[in-house]
C-alpha cells in the first residue's frame, strides 16, 4: 500500500538530539517503508490521509510485559502489596487456575490495549511453564498477535526451580527440567524466530528471574544456546532490595555481578526495572552495553522505587520501555508508561536534590532529568535496540512504516498546549489514535480495530474473571 500521511501538526522521530523533530508536515509510505518526509506533492494512485490536527510518533515498541495478567487487574488480595507477597497474593494464585480459552482472551485483551495506544511492537516474558501442560501458550502467543497484525517477540520464561515451597506442587506449579527448558527454546526458535533487522516474530531466551529460577551452571548453557541459536536473552533483575538480600546470602555477591559471572551480561541482554543498583552495577551494566525495559508505573504501583534511568543510560546502559504485566500496572499502555516514565524521572531527580547553601544545585538537575523526546526515543528507537529490531522505532526514510497519528484536536485535555507534539505523553490520558501502522498496513483507524467488538471483548473478560474467581473458591 502507498499512502501520504500529510498535514501533521508536528512529528517526533525516535532519533536523539536535533534529529528529535522533523516539522513535515508530510511522510510517504511505499511498500511498507518511509520513502520521504517533508513537504510533499501528491502522487497519481496514491492513498491520503489527513492529519491535519494530529501529530505523528514512531510506533511504540513495548519491551516488557506479561500479557496473561489482562485478566487479573486490580486483585484486591494483591492491590497493596508490595512485589513479593503480591506474586504470591495475585499470579501465583491464579495464573495455575486459567485455561486455554482464558489465557488466549487475555492475551487478546492486552494486545488489543497496547495496539489502541500506538503500541507496533509487543515484547511478552511468558514466564509460566511447567511440565506436560496442556496447551502451548507460545503459539497462543504469536497467532494473537499475528490476527491483530503486531510485531510479536516471545520472551520464553520458565525455569528449574520452584518458586513455591514443598514437595508436593500442583501439576501447574511445578518446575522443568533444564533439558526440557532448552528443547522447547529449540523448537521455537526453528518454528517462529526471524532474524530480519524489521521481524514480525522473535524468540528470545528468558529464565524468569535468574536469582530464583535456575542454577548458576542452568543459567552459563541457557545463555550458551541462545547465542548459538542468534537469540537473545531477557530476564527480570534487581526490581527490589529482595534481590540483593538473596544473591548475597546464596552467592555472596550482588545481583548484576552474579549476572556477570554466569554470563549474563552485553548488548545482547537485557532486564527489566533495574530499580536497586549500587554504583558499581550501573558501571558493569554501562561497560557491558546491556539493556533496560523501564517499568515505571509497576515499580510505582508495587513499590518498588524509580529506576536510575538517567544514570544507566549515561553509563552506556540502553533504555527502553517496558509496562510490565496488569495485575500490577492495571492500565498496561504505552501511553500511560511513558507519561508515567517522564513525571517519575523528573520526581526522582528533585527528590535527590540537595539545597545550594549544603553544596548542592538545588532543583536545576531536575530540569534536564527526561524529556519527552527522550521518552519517545526510549520508547521507540531504544526499544528497538534492545529487542536487535534496527529497521524499526524511528521515522527516517528507508525505516519500517510503524506509524502512529494521535489526534488533539477532540479531546479539551490538548486545547492550549503551547507545544502540541509533546501532547500524547506529556498530557496523558487515553489516546485518541487515528491511525496505527504496521509495516505500512492499517492496524487501527479512529479508534478502532477491525474485526474487534469491544462491548464483546469486555463481557468475555467478565464472565474469565468471574469463572477464575469461582475456581479460586473452591477449597
Not at 528529535?20 to 511498507?32: C, E
Not at 508436593?168 to 511445578?174: E, H, N, T, V
Request: charged share 20%; net charge negative.
Amino acid at each position: 500500500m502507498n499512502l501520504v500521511i500529510s498535514n501533521a501538526i508536528g512529528i517526533l522521530t525516535g532519533l536523539p538530539g536535533g534529529e528529535a523533530r522533523h516539522p513535515g508536515p508530510d511522510i510517504r509510505i511505499r511498500d511498507g517503508r518511509i520513502d520521504a518526509i517533508g513537504k510533499l506533492a501528491p502522487e497519481p494512485g496514491e492513498r491520503q490521509f489527513d492529519a491535519g490536527g494530529c501529530v505523528v510518533y514512531p510506533a511504540w515498541v513495548n519491551t516488557h510485559h506479561h500479557l496473561f495478567q489482562s485478566l487479573l487487574k486490580g486483585d484486591p488480595l494483591g492491590l497493596n502489596a508490595t512485589l513479593t507477597p503480591w506474586l504470591t497474593a495475585t499470579p501465583m494464585r491464579l495464573r495455575p487456575l486459567m485455561d486455554e480459552h482464558d489465557f488466549r482472551l487475555a492475551a487478546r485483551i492486552g494486545l488489543v490495549e497496547l495496539a489502541l495506544s500506538g503500541c507496533a511492537t509487543v515484547s511478552d516474558h511468558n514466564y509460566h511453564y511447567y511440565p506436560d501442560m496442556p496447551f502451548d501458550s507460545s503459539a497462543i502467543l504469536f497467532d494473537e498477535a499475528a490476527k491483530l497484525g503486531l510485531r510479536f517477540v516471545l520472551c520464553r520464561g520458565g525455569g528449574t526451580l520452584a518458586r513455591l515451597p514443598g514437595d508436593q506442587l500442583p501439576a501447574a506449579s511445578r518446575p522443568e527440567t533444564l533439558d526440557g527448558y532448552l528443547a522447547d527454546i529449540e523448537r521455537l526458535a526453528a518454528q517462529f524466530h526471524q532474524s530480519a533487522p524489521d521481524a514480525m516474530r522473535r524468540v528470545v531466551v528468558a529464565p524468569t528471574t535468574p536469582p530464583h529460577s535456575m542454577r548458576p551452571q542452568e543459567l552459563r548453557e541457557t545463555a550458551a544456546l541462545a547465542r548459538k541459536l542468534g537469540l537473545r536473552l531477557h530476564s527480570h533483575l534487581s526490581e527490589t532490595v529482595d534481590y540483593h538480600d538473596v544473591v548475597h546470602r546464596d552467592h555472596a555477591s550482588k545481583p548484576v555481578h552474579f549476572c556477570e559471572s554466569v554470563d549474563w551480561l552485553g548488548e545482547d541482554v537485557w532486564f527489566a526495572h533495574l530499580v536497586k543498583l549500587d554504583d558499581d552495577e550501573i558501571a558493569l551494566l554501562g561497560k557491558t552495553h546491556t539493556g533496560i525495559a523501564h517499568c515505571p508505573q509497576s515499580n510505582g504501583r508495587l513499590g518498588s522505587g524509580i529506576s536510575p534511568v538517567r544514570q544507566l543510560e549515561a553509563a552506556g546502559v540502553r533504555i527502553s520501555i517496558g509496562v510490565d504485566g496488569a495485575a500490577s500496572n492495571e492500565a498496561a499502555d504505552m501511553l500511560s508508561e511513558t507519561h508515567a516514565a517522564w513525571l517519575m524521572q523528573r520526581a526522582r531527580a528533585g527528590e535527590d536534590a540537595v539545597a545550594l547553601y549544603r553544596g548542592g544545585k538545588g532543583e536545576a538537575e531536575a530540569a534536564a532529568a527526561a524529556t519527552v523526546e527522550d521518552v519517545v526515543r526510549w520508547g521507540t528507537a531504544g526499544g528497538a535496540a534492545v529487542l536487535g529490531l534496527p529497521a524499526i522505532g524511528t521515522l527516517a526514510v528507508g525505516q519500517a512504516a510503524d506509524i502512529a497519528v494521535y489526534g488533539l484536536d477532540r479531546d479539551p485535555r490538548y486545547f492550549g498546549l503551547h507545544d502540541p507534539v509533546i501532547g500524547p505523553v506529556a498530557s496523558g490520558g487515553a489516546a485518541d489514535l487515528r491511525l496505527l501502522l504496521v509495516g505500512g498496513r492499517e492496524i487501527v483507524r479512529d479508534g478502532a480495530i477491525p474485526g474487534i467488538d469491544m462491548r464483546e471483548l469486555g463481557a468475555q473478560a467478565r464472565a474469565a474473571v468471574a469463572g477464575l474467581l469461582e475456581r479460586a473458591s473452591r477449597p
